[in-house]
């Protein structure tokens, strides 16, 4: 055969190789597709002293295929006779079949006072660790003020709506639902009455308080702002993230 038609064909499968290499690879990354998304809530509590503190919280929930994943956090205190030494708020992850009331908890790092590897009911472990609330249920029959619509994105506006407190109101609060396409198929909410408008997500909650005089306390609070939201993020952890999926699929019952 002529050399230079052999070195041809050489040539050919190895850019047939090549190519079959990277399809596979291809197949690889679709397969082990992993979605992120992070949820923060920030709510300003008002001092006696007047002084304002910031409390709250966040977590993140990935989605792999029919899986889901949520990355909780606690806090860890160390004590030696009765007096802290050490005191530090560490993650773990709670793995689970979208569709199932159970799944498994992980911990990052080992701790005698909690158990590792365990099954528990999904509604138990998460009722306390979401934000999902029905707070804002009775806005389902209220009609809002102001409807801001773009492409991809509906923003509904509550001015100081009706409550049912007997007691009077010192301050004016005004709502604001942010609703997007971009996650329409997030199973996470934060009020599933007010998560309503078809094809799209409630994905940001913001309540803006006037601020007021309160009697009670002898003190005017002043103006501030108390938000839920979601959002999808790059995950910069992903082989960790992929090892607890896998771990989960190979111990599950």
Do not use: W
Request: hydrophobic fraction near 35%; proline fraction near 3%; charged fraction near 30%.
């Amino acid at each position: 055969m002529d050399v230079r038609i052999n070195k041809f064909i050489c040539s050919l499968i190895l850019i047939v190789i090549a190519d079959l290499n990277l399809f596979n690879c291809g197949i690889k990354e679709q397969s082990d597709k992993i979605r992120a998304i992070t949820l923060k809530q920030q709510t300003p509590v008002i001092n006696r002293d007047n002084s304002t503190t910031i409390v709250g919280g966040t977590y993140d929930v990935y989605l792999y295929n029919d899986l889901e994943m949520y990355k909780l956090n606690y806090r860890f205190d160390s004590m030696v006779n009765n007096e802290l030494v050490f005191q530090e708020y560490r993650d773990y992850y709670f793995v689970s079949h979208r569709d199932s009331a159970y799944g498994y908890q992980y911990l990052i790092k080992p701790d005698k006072a909690l158990f590792n590897n365990v099954r528990y009911k999904k509604d138990s472990l998460l009722k306390f660790k979401r934000f999902e609330s029905d707070i804002y249920d009775t806005l389902l029959n209220v009609k809002p003020d102001s409807v801001y619509r773009k492409k991809e994105e509906i923003v509904k506006i509550y001015k100081n709506p009706p409550t049912v407190d007997t007691v009077q109101q010192v301050e004016k609060f005004d709502l604001y639902f942010y609703y997007t396409k971009k996650l329409k198929d997030i199973q996470e909410t934060f009020s599933k009455k007010m998560d309503n408008e078809k094809g799209m997500k409630l994905v940001k909650i913001v309540v803006k308080a006037s601020g007021g005089f309160y009697k009670e306390f002898n003190m005017t609070f002043p103006p501030r702002e108390h938000f839920l939201e979601m959002k999808e993020i790059v995950i910069e952890n992903r082989d960790e993230v992929l090892k607890y999926f896998k771990r989960y699929k190979e111990e599950k019952p």
